[in-house]
């Protein structure tokens, strides 16, 4: 399991994450939604280890996290995607996964192949494994990114914002390889602003306002909360 207890970060006067507390365990996919600015990103970068809590605990299967730099966290099993990717744009698809597969799986020569074409194909680029990373537009390159972060063979992945910008459909195939992911026993943490995409993937919603925890239910007690349409959703989401 992974758990964040009562976990503050704050930058200047700005709480940007206030006594925040959440769990997730293997096999499970909750979504982590709220307005722009509640600090979501930053318990990602909390978690990762690219932030330091001002105060909590983050722990993973009972190990604290909180003294570990970010490689080491990443062996011990957590991994994320970026809101804005930055793979190697010299370096091929392939190259660029193999990078994950080597330094953040710890595999080395055919494992690390196998490994690489198994992300690559699980996102759906294996077809551009050949082109160089600076070619793919943004939405390619967020799947790259997805596929560099499953190279690292995470037992928890943070995906952030991944479905804006894509097309319907594409939002609808990458919505169920997140599901996937639960039903393979990966602990799932889905960050966005995408409805549908939160509704498809979710087992559990959790909502953030001003660095706190709003709220935590289903998505069908989400969008029915009062407080969480008026704080995030608006009037559209409530059921008449
Ligand atoms: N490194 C930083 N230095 C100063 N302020 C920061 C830093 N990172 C985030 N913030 C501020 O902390 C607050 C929370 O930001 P965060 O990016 O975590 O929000 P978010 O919920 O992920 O928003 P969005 O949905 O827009 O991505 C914001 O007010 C942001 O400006």
Request: glycine share 10%; proline share 3%.
């Amino acid at each position: 399991m992974l758990q964040i207890s009562s976990l503050t970060k704050t930058f200047g006067k700005l709480k940007a994450v206030d006594n925040f507390s959440m769990e997730i365990e293997k096999g499970e996919v909750k979504a982590l939604i709220g307005p722009n600015g509640a600090g979501k990103t930053t318990v990602v970068n909390l978690v990762t280890g690219v932030l330091e809590p001002d105060s909590g605990r983050i722990r993973v299967d009972n190990h604290c996290l909180l003294k570990l730099p970010p490689h080491k966290r990443t062996k011990m099993g957590i991994s994320r995607t970026y809101q804005i990717p930055k793979p190697y744009p010299n370096l091929t698809v392939l190259e660029n996964v193999l990078v994950s597969s080597y330094f953040g799986a710890g595999l080395k020569g055919e494992e690390a192949m196998a490994n690489a074409v198994e992300s690559l194909k699980f996102v759906g680029i294996y077809s551009m494994a050949d082109k160089y990373a600076k070619e793919l537009n943004s939405e390619q390159q967020k799947l790259l990114d997805f596929a560099r972060a499953l190279a690292t063979r995470p037992k928890y992945i943070m995906i952030d914002e991944i479905g804006a910008g894509l097309g319907v459909g594409e939002q609808e195939e990458i919505a169920s390889k997140i599901k996937e992911l639960g039903k393979k026993g990966y602990g799932v943490l889905y960050i966005g602003h995408l409805m549908k995409m939160v509704k498809a993937v979710s087992d559990k919603v959790i909502v953030m306002n001003e660095g706190k925890k709003l709220f935590e239910g289903t998505y069908e007690e989400a969008v029915n909360n009062e407080e969480v349409i008026k704080i995030y959703l608006g009037e559209k989401y409530a059921k008449s």
